[in-house]
């Protein structure tokens, strides 16, 4: 496809529910990145996967949040048991990540809005 | 650390008007600074991104900004603004060398007033 996308773009979720967000990268990239826009504050980052690395999970705010990459490309972010404070969009980014790049543009997907009742 | 200071979480401007949106970073090293925009449901687009080349940047639909390292600063400027250019913008500072982790600043919302 031409940009990131993600699905849904709208979720409403009870508290104590699992949800799953999908994010498919721009085809022939190597990064993807996932961060959480909450009411007010700015982007923070959560997950980095690059090619067959082990992922970067430092940004992960809790053991109720994974996330795999499948084959490379397509990306899933699980939220275990919900909370309402895990209300908000959920961004996905992916970039080149080409080697000796000095700059890597990270381009973003328009977000899943996450609701927690 | 790295971080990122956006100064007005909203900003007001009348159409034509001089568009200035404020950005101070504070890095340890030589930083890459990035802004991006985001309008309504969508994602953020890039607008324009310094990497330690000229310190004005030219980006896309008219807006620019210059690397002031004296003064930290990384503030984004448009001569004239448009109705499209109501968004919210985003500064952010990468460690540079394709580091991938940006810190994004909280986010300026500009409104055009006709």
């Known amino acids: 496809g031409a940009g990131v996308s993600q699905s849904p773009s709208n979720k409403v979720t009870e508290k104590g529910k699992d949800v799953e967000l999908r994010c498919d990268p721009i085809s022939g990239h190597t990064a993807l990145y996932w961060y959480r826009q909450s009411l007010g504050q700015g982007l923070e980052f959560l997950i980095y996967?690059?090619?067959?690395?082990?992922?970067?999970k430092s940004g992960l705010p809790s053991d109720r949040f994974s996330a795999e990459r499948t084959g490379g490309s397509v990306s899933t972010l699980t939220i275990q048991r919900t909370q309402q404070e895990d209300s908000a969009v959920y961004l996905c980014?992916?970039?080149?990540?080409?080697?000796?790049?000095?700059?890597?543009?990270?381009?973003f997907g328009p977000g899943t809005r996450l609701t927690v009742l | 650390a790295q971080s990122v200071t956006q100064l007005g979480s909203h900003v007001s401007v009348s159409e034509g008007a001089l568009v200035l949106l404020r950005c101070n970073y504070s890095s340890s090293v030589p930083p890459y600074l990035f802004w991006y925009v985001q309008y309504p449901n969508q994602g953020l687009q890039l607008l324009l991104k310094?990497?330690?080349?000229?310190?004005l940047v030219k980006g896309i639909n008219g807006f620019e900004a210059e690397f002031k390292k004296s003064e930290t600063s990384f503030h984004l400027t448009k001569p004239s603004a448009h109705m499209s250019d109501a968004a919210e913008y985003f500064c952010?500072?990468?460690?540079?060398?394709?580091?991938?982790?940006?810190?994004f600043g909280t986010g300026t919302r500009l409104k055009v007033l006709a």
């Open positions: 310094y990497t330690s080349a000229a310190t």
């Open positions: 996967f690059q090619g067959n690395s082990a992922p970067d």
């Open positions: 980014a992916s970039s080149l990540r080409l080697a000796g790049d000095r700059t890597d543009t990270q381009y």
């Open positions: 952010a500072v990468s460690r540079g060398r394709g580091t991938y982790k940006y810190i």
